[in-house]
């Protein structure tokens, strides 16, 4: 058993896919295995994936059932403390997991939300200190949507909870529903000020 699971649906993504695995192999936290889900890639991902295969990263062959079973085929084998998810489009910066799992541990928190950063955009927000809240109060702010990205991407969650919880197979933006669930399962949500998460 690791500390981290993190989760990495891979349809048709080839000329992506090694600038996001490669960032979670130069992570400065490294208690983590990699769980990388083919949903029947025919581009030539496949293999890529198998390019990857080694101790600490599982590799999952399916065919195609889309996004929301590929994250669920995911949160059945996964076995760390916590769960990230990571889109193969995507990339992190090096420190993203230690950061996340910092925040979580130092305020025991059950999610921990982040920010997506897009490059050569200019933020204009104003930097502001870690707020942590109730289920109640964290589910009104998620649905003004003025302080949580709805993406699941953003965020680290406990183990226990996520993985009571399941996407929604045949649903478009089936990241808000799953948001919406594990705030109401979970106690303490931690928002912070910090863009690891490269879209």
């Known amino acids: 058993m690791c500390q981290l699971s993190i989760i990495v649906p891979v349809y048709q993504v080839k000329d992506y896919l090694k600038e996001c695995i490669d960032s979670i192999?130069?992570?400065t936290y490294n208690d983590w295995e990699l769980i990388m889900i083919d949903d029947g890639s025919t581009d030539g991902s496949a293999e890529k994936?198998?390019?990857?295969?080694c101790e600490k990263v599982k590799i999952i062959h399916q065919?195609?059932?889309?996004?929301?079973e590929a994250r669920n085929r995911g949160l059945e084998i996964a076995t760390g403390a916590y769960i990230g998810f990571?889109?193969?489009?995507?990339?992190?910066?090096?420190?993203?997991?230690?950061t996340l799992i910092s925040f979580a541990e130092?305020?025991?928190?059950?999610?921990?939300?982040?920010?997506?950063?897009?490059?050569?955009k200019k933020e204009h927000s104003i930097p502001r200190a870690p707020l942590l809240l109730d289920r109640y109060h964290a589910m009104k702010q998620l649905i003004i949507q003025n302080l949580y990205n709805h993406g699941v991407c953003v965020k680290l969650f406990r183990a226990e909870i996520a993985k009571s919880v399941r996407f929604l197979r045949g649903f478009t933006s089936e990241d808000v529903?799953?948001?919406?669930?594990?705030?109401?399962?979970?106690?303490?949500i931690l928002s912070i000020d910090y863009r690891g998460y490269v879209y």
């Not at 994936?49 to 295969?53: H, V």
């Not at 130092?106 to 939300?113: K, N, S």
């Not at 529903?177 to 303490?188: E, G, T």
Request: charged share 20%; proline share 4%.
């Open 25 to 27: 192999f130069n992570q």
């Open 49 to 53: 994936c198998d390019g990857y295969a």
């Open 63 to 68: 065919q195609n059932e889309g996004l929301s």
């Open 86 to 98: 990571i889109d193969s489009d995507d990339y992190i910066l090096p420190n993203y997991f230690e």
């Open 106 to 120: 130092q305020y025991h928190a059950d999610i921990v939300c982040s920010n997506i950063f897009v490059p050569k």
């Open 177 to 188: 529903l799953f948001s919406y669930m594990m705030f109401k399962s979970a106690d303490r």
